[in-house]
């Protein structure tokens, strides 16, 4: 079976998927919202509709695989930032390293490599498994496009083969905890992590191909102060906690919405839901006390709002 057949299930035939497969590039302002973290203007790659069935379909395939991820949080049905910092709730001393231009440093003969060798199926494929990536799956600028259905799960993939197991088993010698969320390296114990290993560590980051972006990356003491991973806060215990100024940024939205403009109710939910998963209900502080209790009036007032326009009569 070709390696076009196993994952789409038919021939590529343009007139199947409604059109040519193919990506349009725009550029967005990057910041995520729970750590403030601004990466400027980023190139994104939107695909069509048949460049997305494709990549559907990929995913599918992909996650059929039976490749170990241990050490990966990301990009998976169940993972998150909570679930990385979870980890890490027990540890003392951290080391944080962020990958320079992650996506973009993804190779695609390695990538290709990875994937022949994740599957015993493709036996024989590498150059076949090599030629579908670089014309479904790799962007014009180089390694995988930000934006694509598929980029995170090819992404995970490459850093689990090439990084993530080789890293493991360095920190699991020198008794230290190691995850990674997407591009995003977390290496904590209850001994420093010394310049030896981060040594080690980026001569592995280095042979994969990727490089680290040291304006990004940093080593912690939690008995010196919190420390923020992912967007959230994690104090010396193991307490985990929702950043100050982004709680100040939920009850702004929670504020809006009471007074009526609903039409923020999709942006305010979604925050509402990082809130919820981060605070532990049962010992809020008194900021998260106030937050919670915007939440219930919010979720009330979207539920008054549903039960008004069901019982409001149809227009004629």
């Not at 601004?38 to 460049?51: F, S, Y």
């Not at 008004?308 to 004629?316: D, N």
Request: hydrophobic share 40%.
């Amino acid at each position: 079976m070709s390696f076009e057949n196993l994952v789409l299930g038919f021939e590529l035939n343009p007139a199947l998927l409604g059109g040519t497969p193919a990506f349009r590039i725009f550029a967005i302002r990057d910041k995520n919202p729970l750590s403030k973290r601004e990466k400027g203007r980023r190139p994104l790659e939107a695909p069509n509709n048949a460049m997305r069935i494709i990549h559907g379909r990929l995913i599918k395939y992909l996650r059929s695989l039976k490749v170990e991820m241990p050490y990966a949080t990301a990009c998976r049905p169940g993972d998150s930032p909570l679930k990385n910092v979870e980890r890490h709730r027990q540890s003392r001393f951290f080391c944080l390293l962020d990958l320079r231009r992650a996506y973009q440093s993804v190779q695609v003969g390695k990538l290709a490599s990875v994937l022949h060798q994740a599957d015993p199926r493709l036996k024989g494929q590498f150059w076949e498994v090599r030629a579908f990536l670089q014309r479904y799956c790799m962007s014009q600028t180089g390694g995988v496009p930000a934006g694509a259905p598929a980029s995170p799960d090819l992404f995970n993939l490459y850093c689990a083969v090439l990084l993530d197991e080789k890293i493991g088993n360095l920190c699991r010698q020198h008794g230290l905890i190691y995850t990674r969320y997407v591009d995003d390296l977390t290496i904590s114990g209850n001994i420093t992590v010394s310049r030896r290993v981060r040594a080690q560590v980026r001569a592995i980051i280095a042979s994969a191909g990727f490089k680290v972006n040291h304006l990004k990356s940093q080593t912690h003491d939690l008995q010196k102060s919190t420390l923020v991973i992912n967007g959230i806060g994690l104090e010396l215990g193991g307490r985990v906690f929702v950043p100050p100024f982004y709680l100040r940024h939920v009850r702004g939205l929670l504020h809006e919405g009471l007074k009526g403009d609903l039409s923020l109710a999709p942006k305010i939910q979604g925050a509402m839901s990082v809130v919820l998963g981060i605070v532990n209900q049962r010992k809020p502080t008194a900021s998260e006390q106030r937050v919670l209790r915007q939440c219930k009036r919010f979720r009330r007032l979207i539920g008054q709002t549903k039960r008004e326009q069901r019982k409001a009569p149809a227009p004629v």
